[in-house]
């Protein structure tokens, strides 16, 4: 998913297009899957992210085109035209790496449905990168990775503790963490 406006982290660039290690942010989440047991990439933009799908198509990327109405939104027209289950990740996690990857389909091989994929709101502090958003779950505070597996109705939640997961950049000092962890 590389297609909100990505107003949080500001500057001039679009999100997907920050470098962090002097490599755009989804270039380094497209490494890292095309590293991975994943079959096919395909890259989900909107009309906020012109660049990015410009960038991408000169590539050679496999682009999906979405309205930009929203993650919600968005997520589902990408859904639609390359079906479930799908592994989607966020475009703001520039540490990702495709053992991470790789973890998260073995967990969603071995799940009944859906699975969100989260990060104890700990681990994000301790790194110091933001938590935009939590939930309680097995008496620990957990924040989503933007990293999900999206096959069934059921939905559940793999927890994990790879610092790699935990840093989403939407803030410029999420930014400054990836670049001294990159």
Do not use: F
């Amino acid at each position: 998913m590389c297609g909100g406006a990505g107003t949080r982290l500001g500057g001039e660039a679009e999100k997907p297009l920050v470098d962090v290690g002097g490599t755009p942010m989804v270039d380094r989440v497209r490494a890292a899957l095309a590293a991975s047991r994943i079959e096919t990439v395909y890259l989900a933009v909107s009309p906020r992210t012109p660049a990015t799908r410009d960038h991408l198509r000169a590539a050679g990327a496999n682009v999906v085109e979405t309205p930009g109405d929203g993650y919600v939104p968005d997520l589902t027209a990408a859904l639609d035209r390359v079906g479930r289950p799908a592994l989607t990740v966020a475009a703001d996690l520039p540490l990702l790496t495709a053992e991470a990857v790789n973890r998260v389909l073995d967990a969603g091989t071995d799940a009944e449905g859906s699975l969100t994929v989260a990060v104890p709101v700990d681990l994000k502090r301790r790194l110091g990168v933001s938590v935009d958003t939590s939930v309680e779950h097995d008496g620990r505070r957990l924040a989503p990775a933007g990293v999900n597996v999206v096959a069934g109705t059921d939905d559940g939640i793999y927890e994990s503790d790879d610092p790699r997961l935990a840093v989403n950049v939407n803030h410029p000092s999420d930014l400054q963490v990836a670049e001294a962890l990159s």
